[in-house]
Nanobody, 115 residues
Framework: QVHLVESGGGLVQPGGSLRLSCAAS????????MGWYRQDPEKPREWVAS???????RYADSVRGRFTISRDNAKNTVYLQMNNLKPEDTALYYC?????????WGQGTQVTVSS
């Protein structure tokens, strides 16, 4: 199995920035896809961004131009740099790992955007 630990969430004012981190450990395949999803009580779980090994980043339209996903493959860590945050970005952010056989979820890190 793969264990995912998210960090970096918090409370930020509109227009502010946060960087989320997701560290993966365990039985990690060299070819995998890692990404971020988010969910709040008023919305279904929403895909935010993802980046597979050897591939370019992909983004949801709602965050394109504001968020940047990146990977440090040597550390099995994926990041989500979030700029120009808006109240609608408030959610519990989940990291996801997937490979050809399995997928795993982290427990989430809370991001709250409020004045």
């Amino acid at each position: 199995q793969v264990h995912l630990v998210e960090s970096g969430g918090g409370l930020v004012q509109p227009g502010g920035s946060l960087r989320l981190s997701c560290a993966a450990s365990g039985d990690i395949r060299s070819n995998n896809d890692m990404g971020w999803y988010r969910q709040d009580p008023e919305k279904p779980r929403e895909w935010v961004a993802s980046m597979a090994t050897g591939a370019t980043a992909r983004y949801a339209d709602s965050v394109r131009g504001r968020f940047t996903i990146s990977r440090d493959n040597a550390k099995n860590t994926v990041y989500l740099q979030m700029n120009n945050l808006k109240p609608e970005d408030t959610a519990l952010y989940y990291c996801r790992y997937s490979d050809s056989w399995y997928h795993y979820w982290g427990q989430g890190t809370q991001v709250t955007v409020s004045s």
